[in-house]
DNA sequence: AGCCATGGGCAACCAAAGGTTGCGCAAAGC
DNA sequence: GCTTTGCGCAACCTTTGGTTGCCCATGGCT
């Protein structure tokens, strides 16, 4: 299932880093670091692993290191949220159909 | 956007627990244990922690704990990831217009 | 050119979390 | 009644998110 990908998108700081990112069209450790609650190094090591998993990609700017989303990477990581939820939702509606079925059928015996 | 639930499926191990236990319908932390590649003890420390955020509840059988999975809160897991799967993807999209509309103006510009 | 402010990488360290082994206990089964 | 077996607890290890401290390089200012 590239688990990868998941645990990249599952750290609550990854995700707003993402959405920073995503807001701010690029960003730098530095500046993420200043919107969030947490060190540049963290920031940075963050980086580095969505960087790993290529979710964000880096272009050296002078001493400056820009951050942007890869689009279509992300894109990998939204489809497999939906497919988990998808299946989850899924299996909820059958027990749940499933339950109705049996109140049915109980309210019935009982009318018969 | 409470964290608590998110950091509970972001877990690999524990998504696949709640797997399990959506197919079966209930199980314990033995029987999960034997479709896993990790020990009882570890699942026994997933299947406390998915108790706390109210994501599986546990209903003792003699020397036994049965596990299901709890619906509502599971959907409500579901709605968030379903909840940020769709705002990365608005954003995408946003951005996808935007280049493509900056590619028009551009092709406009050299046909000017 | 020279200096200092600033962005960033590296290393050491700390705490929490996922995982393991080992132990002990209580309920089931013979 | 004795043995299995399912669980819980405790100690320990490793990874990971986070911190502080230090140093290097680049860029702006004078």
Same mark, same amino acid.
């Given at each position: 299932?590239?688990?990868?990908?998941?645990?990249?998108?599952?750290?609550?700081?990854?995700?707003?880093?993402?959405?920073?990112?995503?807001?701010?069209?690029?960003?730098?450790?530095?500046? #993420? %670091?200043?919107?969030?609650?947490?060190?540049?190094?963290?920031? @940075?090591?963050?980086? !580095?692993? *969505?960087? /790993?998993?290529?979710?964000?990609?880096?272009?050296?700017?002078?001493?400056?290191?820009?951050?942007?989303?890869?689009?279509?990477? #992300? %894109?990998?990581?939204?489809?497999?949220?939906?497919?988990?939820? @998808?299946?989850?939702? !899924?299996? *909820?509606? /059958?027990?749940?159909?499933?339950?109705?079925?049996?109140?049915?059928?109980?309210?019935?015996?009982?009318?018969?």
């Amino acid at each position: 299932m590239n688990d990868d990908l998941w645990s990249a998108i599952g750290d609550p700081t990854r995700r707003t880093m993402i959405d920073l990112l995503l807001a701010g069209g690029s960003g730098t450790a530095t500046s #993420l %670091a200043e919107k969030l609650p947490v060190t540049r190094q963290a920031v @940075a090591k963050h980086l !580095a692993v *969505l960087d /790993r998993v290529g979710l964000v990609t880096a272009k050296p700017a002078g001493r400056e290191r820009h951050y942007q989303v890869d689009e279509a990477q #992300l %894109a990998k990581a939204v489809a497999q949220l939906a497919s988990v939820g @998808a299946s989850w939702d !899924a299996r *909820l509606r /059958r027990i749940k159909r499933l339950a109705e079925a049996i109140e049915r059928k109980s309210k019935g015996d009982q009318d018969g």
